[in-house]
């Protein structure tokens, strides 16, 4: 940095997400006279607004998009520098952004997030939906194409799925079942008939100690239509903003080319193996799903099942990669096998006086046996919130805990237009079989699953209005021994509220 003018701060916080913008209204405002920075690349900043805790774990927020001026204006000793950060000096306590200017720190925080992971790099024909700008891009290019396919089985892939209209959507997933990263395959047969669009049917609910679904095997495919019956099919950068989040789709029309109304053929247990053209494909031994539309679509992928795919375009939703690269020049992070900044209890990377929060990190504390990370908007604000209360009770010497939050973990969202309450070990992760399933389900309604293991509740998946959230969280923090409850627990005839007061 030499010959270079440092414009010194006491803190800066690198990223304009949830995280970035958590953190550094804590710092801000516990140090109303320190020079306080935030370094953001995108043009906008997030807010959290409408923020409800709804029970001791569970929260939910509406995330908005604002100029950064609102944030200056609530804190006269914040400064945004709308830059992104190309090198970070751990040594002499600075960083650089891309403009040229060079900013010096005493704490820094790191909260650039991820971007998305992508089947290849800087392919035209491959779109990835990370923030507005791209989902601006995916609007424009679904409004003129007739198939899309949609590879990935995570929270955007479910989304996507679902939003889509007047245009096929050939689904890949490498798994048995969809929503995979959310929940398991019970849950998806569950949620599956809500891509026919019915009006759910009235069950009587059923109660089971374990369940068994005949999964659908390799090379295996699905198709829903909307008011249609489900039906086997045989083999045959720019600066990066900030991500996206809930309800992300509100208000922008996600609809194809095509007068139809939703019609998604899920691919099971694929991955793409090749993206090739319309020329490729005449030379290729394969043969496209739809043999009449050979030779006629801007781009086909091979998928490990075998089958040749025909598409308008392809989105890639197969998770997301943290955005550490300027950090990491020169400097010795100590990084995560999932490529995020190693993180401790009071979210400190390895490098002095550098924290991290958010997407861009990976928690490396000892975690609570209910507890697992997940990049999620709650998670990116409440380990902004915690950085920024560690990075105080550094400053003054004060001792700081781990937050409550932490001990157990909760995601309330949506899926295919229903409520979905996620809980501690919700899919018995890290488990092996030293657990036992508990499951209700009405068809159409609701679907109650709750992990059970050596007698107690680690883990819940709440599909619907099952007003069990709360019960449930407290059963799980207070570790109750619920052995001679057995399947009472979810004996739909019991208010199970009453039971534990
Ligand atoms: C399409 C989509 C749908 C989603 N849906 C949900 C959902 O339903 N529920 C849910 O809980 N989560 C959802 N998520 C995930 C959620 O959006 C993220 O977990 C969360 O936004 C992460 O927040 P963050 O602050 O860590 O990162 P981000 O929000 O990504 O913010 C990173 C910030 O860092 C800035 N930045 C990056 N690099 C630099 C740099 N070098 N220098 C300076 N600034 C930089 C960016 O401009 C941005 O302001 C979704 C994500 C996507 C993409």
Redo the contacts with the bound molecule.
Sequence with gaps: MAGKQVKKFEFVV???????VTCVEQVASRFPSADVAL????LQ??AVTNYKQVSKTLEEFDVEERPSGVLEERFPNLTVIHS???SLHTHSHCVETADGRVFGYKKLCL????R?KLLTQDDPRVLG???TDS?QEFQKRLSKAKRIVVVGNG??GL?LVYEVEGCEVIWAVKDKAIGNAFFDAGAAQFLIPALEADKPQAAAPCRRLCYTTEEPGPGAAQTFTAGGTSRGRSSGSV????????D?HRGVELRGAERVSRRVSVEYQCEVEKIFSSEELLRSPQRPLNAESEGSWPVYIQLTNGKAVGCDFVVSATGVVP?TE?FLRGNSFAVADDGGLQVDDHMRTSEPDVYA????CTACWEHSPLWQQM??????RQM?WHAGRCVAADVLSEPIELDFCFELFS?V?KFFNHKVVLLGRFNAQGLGSDHELLVRCTKGREYVKVVLSRGRMVGAVLIGETDLEETFENLMLNRMDLTAYGEELLNPDVDIEDYFD
């Design positions: 690198v990223g304009g997400g949830i995280a970035g370094i953001t690349a995108g900043i997030k992104a950060v190309k909260c650039s997030g991820a998305p939906i990370r923030d989902a929270g955007i989304e600066e990066p903003g900030s991500a996206l989040g809930p992300w955005n300027p929060a958010g997407d861009v990049r999620l908007w709650t998670q990116a902004g995601h969202t």
